[in-house]
């Protein structure tokens, strides 16, 4: 990791939408269609942050027929997300369902 990589991540991880889907991602695997549910936004908002999510090397998706799931990928970003929600989660008792970033 050098701080190339780590500047690539913090911006990933600046806007509020994408913090919420990675919040949401750290629980279990969603698909598009459950992430705009959940956030209660677009489809194409969802997707167009979960592309600078993916660039980012944070999540990873697996497509079955018109249906994308998304997951955590298995890399240093996404450890080192999944450990932040984590310990936030823990740390402050949250209830995922109950956080809204808007």
Request: hydrophobic share 40%; proline share 2%; aromatic share 12%.
């Amino acid at each position: 990791m050098n701080y190339q990589q780590l500047a690539e991540l913090f911006g990933a991880l600046a806007n509020p939408a994408r913090l919420q889907i990675l919040f949401l991602l750290v629980k279990k695997p969603l698909c598009v269609s459950d992430l705009c549910h959940c956030t209660q936004r677009r489809q194409a908002y969802i997707s167009q942050q979960l592309m600078v999510l993916r660039s980012a090397g944070i999540v990873e998706y697996e497509k079955s027929g018109w249906k994308v799931c998304y997951r955590l990928a298995d890399t240093w970003q996404a450890e080192f997300v999944r450990h932040f929600f984590e310990e936030h989660y823990h740390n402050n008792n949250l209830n995922v369902t109950h956080i809204t970033f808007r």
